[in-house]
C-alpha cells in the first residue's frame, strides 16, 4: 500500500485512544534524543516513524536529524534543495533553528534536516566555547510551537549526541535484540549518567525499545527477557518486529506508516506512541506534584 499523504482514518481505529491520553500543552515542548552508539539497531526508523504516529494524531512534532548521513531527512522525503540549509547551521550558531525548519509533506510534523557541512560539525566543534551545550541554547532562545522535539542522534557518543543529552529531557534508547545489546546499553546508560552529572541534571533514560525483535528466534527472545528482567519498568512493552516494510519504505522517501498503514511495523510503531504519550502524561503528573 502506497500513499503520498498522510490519511490518519486509515490507522487502526485504536489510534483513537492514544489522543484521549495525549501530552498536555507544554509552556515549553519535552525533547527526547533518540540515541543508541551502536548502528543499525532501528535508531533513525523509531525516530522517523515515531514521529509520524505522533503527528498523525495531531501532536505538533519536529524532528531534528543531527545524524551527519542524514537518513532521517531522507526518510521524510526531504529533497536536496530542502537541505542546503539545516543543523549544521544550528549547532555552530550561524542561523536560528526558526530558520532552518522545513515542513514536511505530513502534517504536523517538521523537521531540522542534516546538511551537508554537518558531517564536520565534530570537528568545528572541539574549538568552540561551550561546545556542549551549542543545541540546547539555541533551542532555549527560540519559543517553538511543538509538542514533542525529537532529536536523531549519530550512531556514536560525541560531541553530536552529547549536545543532544544537553538538550533533552529524556533518552529513549533502540535497542537491537542481539548478542552485544546488553554490554553496549550499559555504556549507554553510564553515558547518560555523566550528562547528568555535568550538564543536564534533568536526563532520564525515557524508555528502552526494543527493535528488530524476531519471534522465531531464541536468541531474540533470550536478550528481549534480560533486558526487561535488568531495566525493568523502563522497557517499552512495545516490541518493534523484523519487517521487510520497513526496510521497504525508505528506499520511496515515506515512513512505514505512510507506505503500508497495514503492516506489523506500522502497528507497533503506533503501539509505541501510545506508550510515549502514556508516559510523557506520567511524567507531567510526577512533576506537578514535587
Known amino acids: 500500500m502506497s500513499t503520498s499523504t498522510l490519511d490518519v482514518s486509515a490507522l487502526e481505529p485504536s489510534v483513537a485512544a492514544v489522543t484521549k491520553a495525549g501530552m498536555q500543552q507544554h509552556a515549553s515542548p519535552r525533547i527526547l534524543a533518540?540515541?543508541?552508539?551502536?548502528?543499525?539497531?532501528?535508531?533513525?526508523?523509531?525516530?522517523?516513524?515515531?514521529?509520524?504516529?505522533?503527528?498523525?494524531?495531531?501532536k505538533r512534532?519536529?524532528?531534528?536529524?543531527?545524524d551527519p548521513q542524514g537518513n532521517?531527512?531522507?526518510?521524510?522525503?526531504?529533497?536536496?534543495?530542502?537541505?542546503?540549509?539545516?543543523?549544521?547551521?544550528?549547532?555552530?550558531?550561524?542561523?536560528?533553528?526558526?530558520?532552518v525548519i522545513v515542513h514536511s509533506s505530513i502534517p504536523c510534523l517538521d523537521v531540522v534536516?542534516?546538511?551537508?557541512?554537518?558531517?564536520?560539525?565534530?570537528?568545528?566543534?572541539?574549538?568552540?566555547?561551550?561546545?556542549?551545550?551549542?543545541?540546547?541554547?539555541?533551542?532555549?532562545?527560540?519559543?517553538?510551537?511543538y509538542d514533542l522535539i525529537m532529536i536523531d542522534c549519530p550512531p556514536a557518543l560525541g560531541l553530536l549526541t552529547l549536545n543532544a543529552m544537553a538538550a533533552a529531557d529524556g533518552v529513549l534508547v533502540p535497542l537491537q535484540c542481539e548478542f552485544y545489546a546488553m554490554e553496549g546499553l550499559s555504556f549507554l546508560v553510564k553515558t547518560?549518567?555523566?550528562?547528568?552529572?555535568?550538564?543536564?541534571?534533568?536526563?532520564?533514560?525515557q524508555g528502552i525499545v526494543l527493535t528488530m525483535y524476531d519471534v522465531r528466534n531464541n536468541l531474540c527472545r533470550m536478550v528481549a527477557s534480560d533486558?526487561?528482567?535488568?531495566?525493568?519498568?523502563i522497557v517499552y512493552d512495545t516490541v518493534i518486529p523484523r519487517n521487510v516494510r520497513i526496510s521497504e519504505a525508505p528506499s520511496y522517501g515515506k515512513p512505514v506508516i505512510l507506505y503500508d498503514t497495514k503492516c506489523?511495523?506500522?502497528?507497533?510503531?503506533?503501539?509505541?506512541?501510545?506508550?510515549?504519550?502514556?508516559?510523557?502524561?506520567?511524567?507531567?503528573?510526577?512533576?506537578?506534584?514535587?
Not at 72 to 99: C, E, F, N, V
Request: no cysteine; aromatic share 4%; charged share 25%.
Open 72 to 99: 532521517a531527512s531522507t526518510g521524510l522525503g526531504l529533497s536536496p534543495q530542502d537541505r542546503k540549509k539545516g543543523s549544521y547551521d544550528t549547532i555552530i550558531g550561524k542561523m536560528h533553528i526558526a530558520d
Open 264 to 290: 506489523a511495523g506500522s502497528k507497533a510503531y503506533i503501539s509505541l506512541a501510545r506508550e510515549v504519550l502514556r508516559r510523557e502524561k506520567k511524567l507531567q503528573v510526577q512533576s506537578r506534584n514535587i
Open 192 to 205: 547518560v549518567e555523566r550528562v547528568r552529572k555535568i550538564f543536564n541534571a534533568a536526563l532520564s533514560v
Open 34 to 58: 533518540i540515541a543508541n552508539q551502536k548502528g543499525g539497531v532501528g535508531k533513525t526508523t523509531t525516530a522517523v516513524n515515531l514521529a509520524t504516529a505522533l503527528a498523525a494524531i495531531k
Open 227 to 233: 533486558v526487561r528482567d535488568h531495566f525493568g519498568a
Open 113 to 145: 534536516p542534516a546538511s551537508i557541512g554537518l558531517s564536520a560539525a565534530e570537528l568545528e566543534l572541539v574549538d568552540m566555547p561551550r561546545r556542549e551545550l551549542r543545541l540546547r541554547e539555541a533551542l532555549q532562545y527560540q519559543n517553538l510551537p
Open 61 to 66: 512534532v519536529l524532528l531534528i536529524d543531527l
